[in-house]
């Protein structure tokens, strides 16, 4: 497996990372525990070393099985994982960033995640009633007690990014970034090249839809985060977002890729510093998108497939109004 440094921090991760989320909730259903624990193993088998969680996923739950797959192997692995609610009685009941809340947080992760250090902890949104500063001394202070290797943003605006990495330097910031959402290129990305920030996407596969197998007529369970995001629970932006998935399966059968592959490799080739983390539970699906990593894609290839998307209109928003209130903060 290929590895890739995370800004000037140079945390090295395998060049392809592994989002635990869906394991335990959003994207139903949900294999049992010891299924996972094998899955996860398998990827550290195949190089994998980069994993991705956060306490909110499951309430606890994702953490405790990473944790447990990842016991054995700890010393040979990076994990990520998130704080900044406020969990209460297995509920979250907002955002939470406050510095007592936060060394709480820690407390739990780390039990749940059977080690004693994170080696990068998120914030896992920007909570506009604490100071980003003061989180980013906290973040200095667990450094400093040997909790935290490394501290990271996730779906936090340019100003928050430069006000963080100004007092204690962040490492990298995790957001939403794939063919079909490209947002991130223009504050985003220009910053972190800047600062010498590493970039994490997270939903690089467009929650599926990038691999082609989300159709126009497709459902959802209730408990399927896709229900709430207009993308996909609007049947007109649906049909009309086909288009782009039929673009992307179109250029990788030319290049003999699957759409995942080429998804993946796309990501890979805007910059050395970024690391996607697609989510998945199948073996198959974990190879193929490890196998991203070897895929390179031409400079010819990258303008082509660049000037594809720029033509194909993008419909729907990619979460509900509540959640998009909480980014770009």
Same mark, same amino acid.
């Given at each position: 497996?290929?590895?890739?440094?995370?800004?000037?921090?140079?945390?090295?991760?395998?060049?392809?990372?592994l989002?635990?989320?869906?394991?335990?909730?959003?994207?139903?259903?949900?294999?049992?525990?010891?299924?996972?624990?094998?899955?996860?193993?398998?990827?550290?088998?195949?190089?994998?070393t980069?994993?991705?969680?956060?306490?909110?996923?499951?309430?606890?739950?994702?953490?405790?099985?990473?944790?447990?797959?990842?016991?054995?192997?700890?010393?040979?692995?990076?994990?990520?994982?998130?704080?900044?609610?406020?969990?209460?009685?297995?509920k979250?009941?907002?955002?939470?960033?406050?510095?007592?809340?936060?060394?709480?947080?820690?407390?739990?992760?780390?039990?749940?995640?059977?080690?004693?250090?994170?080696?990068?902890?998120?914030?896992?949104?920007?909570d506009p009633?604490?100071?980003?500063?003061?989180?980013?001394?906290?973040?200095?202070?667990?450094?400093?007690e040997?909790?935290?290797?490394?501290?990271?943003?996730?779906?936090?605006?340019?100003?928050?990014?430069?006000?963080?990495?100004?007092?204690?330097?962040?490492?990298?910031?995790?957001?939403?970034?794939?063919?079909?959402?490209?947002?991130?290129?223009?504050?985003?990305?220009?910053?972190?090249?800047?600062?010498?920030?590493?970039?994490?996407?997270?939903?690089?596969?467009?929650?599926?839809?990038?691999?082609g197998?989300?159709?126009?007529?497709? *459902?959802? +369970?209730?408990?399927?985060?896709?229900?709430? $995001?207009? %993308?996909?629970?609007? @049947?007109?932006? #649906? &049909?009309?977002?086909? *288009?782009? +998935?039929?673009a992307?399966?179109?250029?990788? $059968?030319? %290049?003999?890729?699957? @759409?995942?592959? #080429? &998804?993946?490799a796309?990501?890979? +080739?805007?910059?050395?510093?970024?690391?996607? $983390?697609?989510?998945?539970?199948?073996?198959?699906? #974990?190879?193929?998108?490890?196998?991203? +990593?070897?895929?390179?894609?031409?400079?010819?290839?990258?303008?082509?497939?660049?000037?594809?998307?720029?033509?194909?209109?993008?419909?729907?928003?990619?979460?509900s109004?509540e959640?998009?209130?909480?980014?770009?903060?």
């Amino acid at each position: 497996m290929k590895q890739r440094k995370l800004g000037q921090a140079r945390l090295e991760v395998s060049a392809i990372g592994l989002g635990c989320m869906g394991m335990s909730q959003s994207y139903p259903p949900f294999p049992e525990k010891s299924e996972m624990i094998e899955l996860i193993r398998k990827a550290v088998d195949m190089g994998e070393t980069f994993f991705d969680t956060s306490e909110i996923y499951g309430i606890y739950d994702n953490e405790k099985l990473v944790g447990e797959a990842l016991e054995p192997c700890r010393k040979q692995v990076v994990i990520a994982t998130k704080f900044g609610w406020d969990i209460q009685n297995g509920k979250v009941c907002g955002l939470d960033s406050r510095p007592a809340t936060i060394r709480r947080a820690i407390e739990g992760s780390l039990k749940r995640l059977r080690t004693d250090y994170i080696d990068l902890y998120y914030q896992h949104r920007v909570d506009p009633n604490v100071p980003i500063e003061e989180v980013a001394e906290t973040m200095k202070e667990l450094a400093q007690e040997g909790k935290i290797l490394h501290w990271g943003l996730s779906e936090a605006g340019v100003k928050t990014i430069k006000r963080a990495h100004k007092l204690f330097p962040v490492t990298a910031v995790q957001s939403e970034y794939s063919m079909w959402y490209r947002n991130p290129e223009q504050e985003v990305l220009p910053t972190l090249e800047e600062l010498g920030i590493g970039f994490v996407p997270f939903s690089p596969l467009g929650k599926g839809f990038l691999t082609g197998t989300v159709t126009k007529d497709a *459902t959802f +369970a209730d408990n399927d985060i896709r229900r709430s $995001i207009p %993308r996909f629970n609007n @049947p007109e932006s #649906l &049909a009309a977002n086909q *288009t782009v +998935a039929e673009a992307v399966k179109a250029f990788a $059968i030319e %290049r003999e890729l699957s @759409p995942a592959q #080429l &998804a993946l490799a796309w990501l890979l +080739a805007q910059k050395p510093w970024i690391v996607p $983390i697609p989510g998945t539970k199948k073996l198959d699906r #974990l190879q193929e998108n490890l196998s991203a +990593a070897c895929v390179e894609l031409s400079a010819d290839d990258i303008s082509k497939l660049t000037n594809i998307l720029n033509n194909i209109p993008v419909s729907g928003e990619r979460y509900s109004p509540e959640h998009m209130r909480m980014v770009g903060k």
